[in-house]
């Protein structure tokens, strides 16, 4: 499926084709929520890298937290001029590419199930949604993103 998004004052779009465009997975790990999740979490989509095109390249900036004193192997783009974080990238999977389901333009499947990541940096003020499809995890799941998508039959050929 290919998926099309932008920042928001449009400086910057993209496109990207993913098989797992299901925004089912919310992070609340503290560079997630700080750098873009407004509800105290992120919402990453997987994609494959080799698709990755992108117009205003040039707005891109790029973020690299440091962990225990060294960069990140994450990296997150950003529009330079609006300040949208755009997607994730990290070099232990080249050939992946995690655009925030936030920026995406093109209409995505409404998810039925949810994970929820990485609750051990959750704040305290922020209330995990309810309900009975939801998986909760205290840091990141073995599971990976294929699997979860191909086990709830949402894998896009």
């Not at 098989?19 to 992120?42: E, L, N, T």
């Not at 755009?86 to 995690?98: R, Y």
Request: net charge negative; with cysteine.
């Amino acid at each position: 499926m290919e998926l099309r998004g932008s920042c928001h004052c449009g400086a910057v779009g993209f496109t990207v084709e993913s098989k797992a465009p299901q925004p089912y997975q919310r992070c609340y790990c503290s560079i997630c929520r700080k750098a873009g999740g407004a509800g105290g979490f992120a919402i990453n989509i997987l994609a494959d890298n080799r698709t990755l095109e992108v117009s205003g390249r040039d707005k891109v900036s790029e973020y690299r937290a440091m962990i225990n004193g060294a960069p990140s192997k994450h990296r997150r783009y950003f529009c330079s001029r609006c300040g949208s974080h755009l997607w994730a990238w990290n070099e232990s999977w080249p050939d992946l590419v995690h655009p925030l389901a936030s920026v995406i333009d093109t209409p995505l499947p409404k998810p039925d199930d949810f994970v929820d990541i990485m609750l051990d940096s959750a704040v305290p003020w922020v209330s995990l949604h309810d309900g009975d499809n939801v998986e909760r995890f205290p840091e990141y799941p073995d599971q990976s993103i294929e699997d979860w998508h191909k086990r709830h039959g949402v894998w896009v050929e």
